[in-house]
Structures are given as C-alpha cells and as structure tokens.
C-alpha cells in the first residue's frame, strides 16, 4: 500500500467527513437543498441533553432545513461509513485497469452488491461535463468495439458488440462515449460536437471520415487496411493506447460489461487519462468534486 492510500483508510469518520467538506465546500458551506450561499450552522448535541445530533448536521440560515455534506452527492441516503467511501475513490482512482467489484467487496468487507453500486457511484461522479473549449490542435479520432465474447467476424461489422467512438487532443482531454452505429452521419456529428473548426484532424481511412478536410483544417489519414500506422505525425496511436487499456480493463478486470453500463466504465477510462497528470489521492479529490449534484439510485442500475 502506498502512503496515500495508508492515510485515507487511517482516517476516523470524522476526519473523512471533514475531509469531503473541505473539498465540497472549500468556498464556504452552502445548502445543498435551497442552494442559498447565505451559511448554515453546524448543530451539535447540548451537554448532557438525551436528544443526540448526528455528527456533521448543518441547518441552513435561509430555508432552515438540515443536510449533511452527503446530500446532493453520489453519498446521498448511504448507509456505507465515508472511511470506505474515500477508500474505494482512492483505489478506483489509481487502478489504471479499473477496479473489480469483487476487488472491492474483499478490500472494504462490504457485501459484492454494495460494492458493485459504490462502484457504479463512482463512476457517475467521473463523468465529465462539456468541455470549456472544443478540442482543437492535432486532434486522433478513432473508434472501436467493445464486448461480445462470441467468437466470429472481428472488427467493423462484429456481432454482439457495441461500437465506442473517442476523440483526444494530443497533449489534452479525450472524450469518449458508446455510439448506436459507426454511419458517416452519427461519427460526424459526435466529431463536430466535441471538436473546433481549426482542429487538424488524425484518423484512420473508414470511409465514414471522408469529407471532414471540408470542415477542419486538415484531415489526415493512415490506411490501416494496408499496415500503415505511422506517416510522420499522422496516427492514432495515443487512441489506440486507451482502447487497449479500456479493453484490459474489461476483458481482465471486469470480465464482462453489459452495454446498459458501458457508459460509466468509459467515463471512468476517460476520467483516469484526463486526470493522468497528478498523483492518485489528487485524482482522488477531483473525483470527490466532481461528485457535486451527481445521484444514482439503485433501480436506475436494474433497468
């Protein structure tokens, strides 16, 4: 265990609450409920009164409700102690393969079901919103598909699997998402979405792509039909880098993703690579941040 990790699963409840206020409310406590920025007071039990407050209740000075830093959050009417909350974020946040349910279940001494929806939690608070700025630059777009174990035609047209579209900005973010069908059409318009006009284009010769040099800068490809991989800063290695690591990750984490959850598990790929830069209990933060005004309920999962 690294000495990261050691700190967080040595933490009291009460050192891991204060720890997701100081991160969800660096800027002051506000209620999560009315959304007033006014304060709120923290209440705590009088000396020798029988009527005890819960550790970590605060009471809005605007609507007057009470809420917790659990509220508004993926933490929300969890009966999970935050310690084992903040552990299972560290260790999702630095398994670049992903972390099992299983995995969790055993390391936390929580039942397989309460490890598979905190896992699920996660990943809904490491969703990423709409970029502030398209991607722009040398920008790879490349796609691929996931799933299907059945054996038979491999690639384009492959049975029983689902096709992922991603786009990265060599030396920035990616953006990845499951796509009903790789038509010329649905590719374009998940490119324009995420992309500026001034981007330089880098893809491989599917004819779904032909036509994009029109609307960007510059499009480039690479004829992987005929082994060519590289032409000078032509390629789409950096994709094919995260697809390998998306596919160990659930070929040999996970061992089976069904297509209702394959979202989640691309958002926590693509969440890792844009937070690659920063040490894992950073990561860690960021995803506890990002997992303001997030809420999954369990039925939503059964669907």
Sequence with gaps: MDAE????VRLSEDEAREVIEGIRWANGVYCPKCGSLKGAWKLESKPNSKNKVRPGLYKCKD???TFTVTVGSIFEDSHIPLTKWLAALYLMCASNK??????????LKVTYKTAWFMAHRIRLAMKEGPLATKLSGTVEVDETYIGGRRRGKRGRGSENKTPVVALVQ??????????????????????REHVGQEAHLRTDDFLAYRGLDKEFASHETVAHGKKEYVRGDVNTNTLEGWFSLLKRGVNGTFHHVSEIHLDRYIDEFAFRYNQRHVTDGQRTFAAIKSAEGKRLI??????
Excluded at 173 to 191: F, P
């Design 5 to 8: 990790f050691l700190k967080i």
């Design 63 to 65: 609507c007057r409700k």
């Design 98 to 107: 992903g972390m099992s349910a299983h995995q969790l279940h055993r390391q």
């Design 170 to 191: 060599r030396g920035g973010q990616l953006r990845a998402q499951k796509i009903s069908r790789l038509t010329a059409g649905d590719l374009k318009s998940v490119i």
């Design 298 to 303: 369990y039925k939503e999962t059964t669907k």
